[in-house]
RNA sequence: GCGGGAGGAAGGGCGACCGCUUCGAUCCGUCGGAGAGGAAAGUCCAGACAGCGCAGAGCAGGGUGCCCGGCGCAAGCCGGGGCCGGGAAACCGGUGGUUAGAGCCACAGAGACCAAUGCCUCGAUUCACCUCGUUUUGGAUCGGGGAGUGAAAAGGGUAAUCCCCCCCGCUGCAACCCGAAGCAUGGCUGAUGACGCUGCUCGCCGAGGCCAGGGUACGGGGCAUCCGCCAAUUUGGCGGACAGUUCGCUUCGCGGGCUGAGACAGAUGGUUGCCGAGAAACAGAAUCUGGCUUACUCUCCUCCCGCCUAU
RNA sequence: GCCCCCGUCGUCUAGUGGCCCAGGACGCAGCCCUUUCAAGGCUGAGAUCGCCGGUUCGAAUCCGGCCGGGGGUA
């Protein structure tokens, strides 16, 4: 997940969250929103003080950036996700976020598959 | 052997595949090097560094604190000793000055601080009396003894109260410097001196300051141990110093080798094999350094104290 | 990261060495008043003063260390 990958600035976090097209899960919560341009999609993981001391927070980041890496081809570009971790994260393995990531990624962002209209997509929103 | 105490070491190792940050090389396909801790933590001290006005004077405020010796710029650390408290001991914790001065010491108690007086009792002297008492009344004076109160009483306690002696400018890398982009003004105030070096006063300086609203929240340096030299387009090479680690020696030191993390939504991860009894605890660098404090683990080493057993 | 501030009944707070095993308001419970409710009156319960040490005869208060909240900072 290198850096192109990844959202830079505060504002685009900002922007994202603005868009209000949330996801829930039990362990995270995924925002989604279009990009300025059409390019290679950009992710940003959030983790707050709520999860846990700074080594918990780490870890649990850590876990998100590698599901998300073997799930980034199945993301349709041009889309910016943010991933907030909720408290339970810190309690949960590496499985149990991974497919977290991934059922949130098929649900917010999943590249448009075969005939299928892709109206799911918040790139509409 | 069991229990207790002090000090120290260590904080997994070797790999495979897929990935991350950074540096270098590159035929742009890739390749190679480096990559969290003993506390990185809490932010409790001190210093470096940077800005603030000459970094001024006084007050306020803050800090240090038994004695001797040593290390250190300082904070602080090490060794020995004294006193107090805890413990059976090893050991642990705490430490200035109350004959410079001031304040406070509730309740209780006669009295709580340069002393003065009250209670009980004994003795002596003396006075009073419808009761004339020294085996027995009351008062006064002098002298002796005592109880009670309280943490503490003819002699204190409290400086983790002010104070005395010694030290300290303020603000902090989101400091600060360079560059770029963007915006809209309005009100109040100011050479009768604003703002500022912080809280107050003085001295000094000399033109902006405050509020509301609006705009941008980008690049680089500081910053990855420091300094110097060489070559130079970047990179690099050499030397010295500092720190860490390791080895050796003629061992309070000297010499050799190796190493020097570093971003800006913020790098160590995922899966798994072997060694192994097992891989668990606390915990993630953010300007840097030295200390202090706190959190914690499977073990290992050295020394000390007590008990039991054996010799 | 850096720099500050605050923890006292359920809530907001007063108390800055002893008069305080902590006072007040709102809330809570009971009683009175009222046909009933509200308002009002009376009474009562409710606090290991965030935690652990220390100084002192004596600590919510003074000192040290932890813990938990909150704020500022281009």
């Not at 991933?83 to 590496?94: Q, T």
């Amino acid at each position: 997940m290198q850096r192109a990958h990844r959202l830079r600035r505060g504002t685009d976090f900002d922007r994202v969250r603005a868009s209000r097209r949330s996801w829930a899960h039990p362990l995270l919560i995924c925002y989604a929103s279009p990009a300025d341009g059409i390019g290679l999609p950009r992710i940003g993981i959030a983790v707050g003080r709520r999860v846990g001391n700074a080594v918990v927070r780490n870890q649990v980041k850590r876990r998100i950036r590698e599901a998300v890496r073997t799930f980034y081809g199945k993301i349709q570009p041009g889309v910016d996700l943010v991933l907030i971790a909720r408290p339970a994260a810190s309690k949960a393995g590496y499985a149990d976020l991974a497919g977290a990531v991934g059922s949130l990624i098929e649900r917010a962002a999943a590249k448009p598959v075969g005939s299928k209209s892709p109206t799911d997509g918040p790139a509409q929103s």
